[in-house]
């Protein structure tokens, strides 16, 4: 049955045409935004999916620049403790070489006073945004330090922060405050044999100037200085040495953790952004081929709904 008052051909053509027309708008969507899935609306899921870990990787982004700045604590001690180390190797070689009869102990101990002054140096300079693991003047003992190291979500959903720990008060070399807490500054006892005879004596390498009394004797030396005396200080200074040593082999596997954690966590980021895209990024290739589809649907159902209109005028003509 033919009808001038419902158009059904023309009804069926509009409604295709309008399916082309919101395909193509959501292609055009894609296109433009590279993304297949923009908003919740989308895909609901792979929305939530993306929204958590795009801010997940947010804070690993922020985890890669603290451990940026943990580095730069970390490489900053150890230099001052690689570079102390070199020192007091040195004050030991002139402590032995002051045990050699008929030398010069004043002007030994003069080059000795000049190392120490270095040490000091060193110690006070191996600071990086207000922090020095080397040398402490405040009234708080140096104690272990946290580094923020990664950004963990669970299963369960729930967050949390792993730190790197470092306890300074084995690489403190000076504490003015408590003498003590400082390798150079603290008494170190030292057991030497002179001749058949075992002793036992305290030393300390620097004067902390502190208002703390030092015990011990420090390693200083003049011409009435025995041999004995000798063999003490360069028992205590190896002493020293072996502790130094440790505390830098300590601070040099805390500096290797960090270079392979910031390594993992730029790995990390990287994953999940191809992550989120693979569940979100649009595939050009295939959006293109689409639209180029769509457009000639497009035609084609502007021409179907031009001829089911044109039918109806057709009627008029059996009434002529």
Do not use: C, H
Request: proline content about 2%.
């Amino acid at each position: 049955m033919t009808s001038i008052m419902t158009n059904t051909a023309a009804m069926a053509a509009l409604k295709t045409l309008r399916g082309i027309d919101q395909n193509m708008e959501m292609t055009q969507n894609r296109i433009s935004s590279g993304y297949k899935v923009d908003s919740a609306a989308d895909n609901a899921a792979y929305w939530s999916i993306a929204t958590t870990m795009r801010s997940d990787n947010k804070a690993l982004s922020t985890v890669q620049d603290a451990l940026g700045l943990a580095a730069s604590k970390s490489d900053t001690a150890y230099t001052g403790l690689e570079s102390s180390i070199d020192v007091i190797s040195t004050i030991k070689s002139k402590l032995v070489a002051a045990r050699e009869p008929g030398v010069d102990k004043d002007k030994i101990n003069k080059e000795i006073n000049e190392l120490k002054n270095q040490l000091q140096s060193i110690a006070e300079s191996a600071s990086f945004s207000g922090e020095n693991w080397l040398y402490n003047e405040s009234i708080t003992p140096p104690g272990t330090k946290e580094m923020v190291g990664s950004f963990n979500r669970a299963s369960d959903g729930t967050v949390s922060v792993t730190t790197l720990k470092f306890n300074t008060s084995d690489s403190m070399l000076i504490d003015t405050n408590d003498p003590t807490n400082g390798i150079l500054t603290n008494a170190t006892t030292a057991t030497w044999s002179y001749g058949t005879t075992t002793t036992t004596g305290t030393y300390y390498l620097l004067d902390a100037q502190s208002s703390t009394p030092q015990t011990g004797t420090e390693v200083t030396i003049s011409t009435s200085t025995s041999n004995d005396d000798l063999d003490g200080m360069i028992s205590a200074v190896d002493l020293m040495l072996q502790k130094l040593t440790d505390a830098a082999s300590t601070l040099g596997a805390i500096k290797s953790r960090i270079d392979l954690q910031d390594t993992f966590v730029k790995n990390l980021s990287d994953t999940i952004d191809k992550g989120v895209g693979r569940l979100v990024d649009a595939d050009m290739n295939e959006e293109s081929t689409k639209m180029k589809a769509l457009q000639t649907q497009q035609q084609l159902g502007i021409q179907a709904l031009s001829i089911a209109n044109t039918n109806a005028e057709n009627i008029l003509t059996l009434f002529k």
